[in-house]
Every structure is written in structure tokens, then in C-alpha cells.
């Protein structure tokens, strides 16, 4: 089993950067892929980006692309999403997710591993 921990969420204004984390325990996460998705009130759970287990792919949503980086460190089985340039439709909980598998995916039912979030709250 693996157990995921996401942290680094918080309140930030329009414009300003947060950076999470989702640290793992119980596996290693060399040989999974991982994913960030997010949900806000009343929607559904979205996806936002993925990674493969090396880093050597990525895959991000457009809402997201060019502002949003996901990058993993297997040897401190950690993965971490940089977030810039936030925007108040940014607003969500934030799920970090992993996969039995190596490579990245966009969809939430592939994912066998998830966090139990962490709020981002974005200000105009």
C-alpha cells in the first residue's frame, strides 16, 4: 500500500505561486506514475497534471499549461506541483495521486492512490 500526504496549500492572491507536495510512504514511487488533480464545490474532480516515473513526461491540462509544473524526486519519494501566476479559478482542493504503473495518465479512475488533499484558495 502506498500512503500519499499532500502539503503547501493555502491562501495567496491573484498572480503569487504556492508549491505542494505529496510526500509517499509504505512503497517507493520509482515505479509509479503520478498525478495532481483538483475539485472545486459543486464540480467535478479535475485533472491538472502527470508524470511519468522518471520525469520524462509530463502532461498538463490547458487551463494549466505554461503556469503549472510537476516534478518528482524519487530519492526523497516526493512529487511537487509549482504553481504560478494563480488565478481565482484555481481555487480547489488539490489531490495528489499515483498509479501502479509507469507511465502518466489524465484520468482520475486509473489512479489506484490518493492523497486527502489540500485546500489552494486563490484571492482577486
Known amino acids: 500500500q502506498v500512503q500519499l500526504v499532500e502539503s503547501g496549500g493555502g491562501l495567496v492572491q491573484a498572480g503569487g505561486s504556492l508549491r505542494l507536495s505529496c510526500a509517499a510512504s509504505g512503497r517507493t514511487l520509482n515505479n509509479y506514475a503520478m498525478g495532481w488533480f483538483r475539485q472545486a464545490p459543486g464540480k467535478d474532480r479535475d485533472f491538472v497534471a502527470t508524470?511519468?516515473?522518471?520525469?520524462?513526461?509530463?502532461v498538463y491540462a490547458d487551463s494549466v499549461k505554461g503556469r503549472f509544473t510537476i516534478s518528482r524526486d524519487n530519492a526523497k519519494n516526493t512529487v511537487y506541483l509549482q504553481m504560478n501566476s494563480l488565478k481565482p479559478e484555481d481555487t480547489a482542493v488539490y489531490y495528489c495521486a499515483g498509479r501502479s504503473t509507469r507511465w502518466s495518465s489524465k484520468w482520475y479512475h486509473e489512479y489506484d492512490y490518493w492523497g486527502q488533499g489540500t485546500q489552494v484558495t486563490v484571492s482577486s
Open positions: 508524470i511519468s516515473w522518471t520525469g520524462g513526461v509530463t
